[in-house]
């Protein structure tokens, strides 16, 4: 059993109205991407890293990778119209076996720990697959045409984060039953494993630091967090 890391960076981030995708732009000494890569490199849980990437910055990404991981194993390969099609490239890139251990992680969350990467690896070799969740602190409710119709119960409630991991045997079949179903617009590969019918384990993740850079006021905050 090897474990690898698979990083999404296949967003072109165009709510940030950036000239270049979101996971480009500079955090402190280099771009977020940079960030998340480092940490990977820099575990001894970490057989490979595979990275996904929209062909028009694929250069932009060997530029990313010679400056800052010249001798790192990473591979590249092109990402898909959506997120699901992206992380399905991502999963045929190489050639996994099938009780392989892969981490699926956004490029846009530069602050991944090396104790993340430990938890998830250790929870999917037991039970297939997990992922990191925070409790919400807000009430949620459900609004219809500018109506409040339901409060959602807040102590069952829970947001994603990444990296999410998995038997590679179980992402896979996952993925290939989604697109039986014609299923190709899922946000996560959680929500995929699911709907194939397997469990899949919650971890606690931090609610402040393992942020997704999506905003302009994100990014402000990463700012902060690496200054501490």
């Keep these: 059993m090897k474990h690898y890391a698979i990083i999404v960076a296949g967003g072109m981030g165009q709510r940030m ?11 402190g000494k280099k771009p977020i991407i940079a960030w998340s890569i480092e940490t ?22 060997e530029d990313v990778i ?46 991944i720990t090396d104790d993340m990467i430990k938890q998830c690896i250790e929870i999917a070799a037991l039970y297939g697959a997990c992922g990191i969740y925070v409790s919400v602190k807000e009430t949620i409710a459900q609004v219809n045409d500018s109506t409040v119709t339901h409060i ?18 179980i992402i896979m ?13 899922a946000t996560d590969d959680v929500s995929l494993a699911l ?3 397997y469990t899949v384990k919650a971890i606690t993740g931090d609610f402040y630091t393992n942020i997704k850079i999506t905003t302009n006021e994100d990014m402000e905050l990463a700012k902060l967090l690496i200054k501490e």
């Design 66 to 111: 010679h400056t800052y991981f010249p001798d790192t194993d990473i591979i590249i390969t092109h990402g898909g119209q959506t997120r699901q099609e992206s992380c399905f490239n991502g999963l045929q890139a190489y050639d996994f076996s099938n009780d392989d251990i892969v981490l699926i992680h956004d490029a846009a969350r530069p602050f």
């Design 40 to 61: 990977f490199a820099a575990s001894p849980l970490i057989d490979k890293i595979i990275i996904v990437i929209h062909p028009d910055y694929k250069q932009q990404l």
């Design 195 to 197: 709907l194939a019918g």
């Design 173 to 185: 079949d996952a993925h290939q039953k989604a697109r039986e179903h014609n299923t190709t617009n």
């Design 152 to 169: 959602l119960p807040r102590e069952t409630l829970y947001a994603a984060q990444t990296p999410q991991c998995f038997r590679y045997s």
């Design 17 to 27: 109205g950036t000239a270049v995708p979101k996971q480009f732009l500079q955090l």
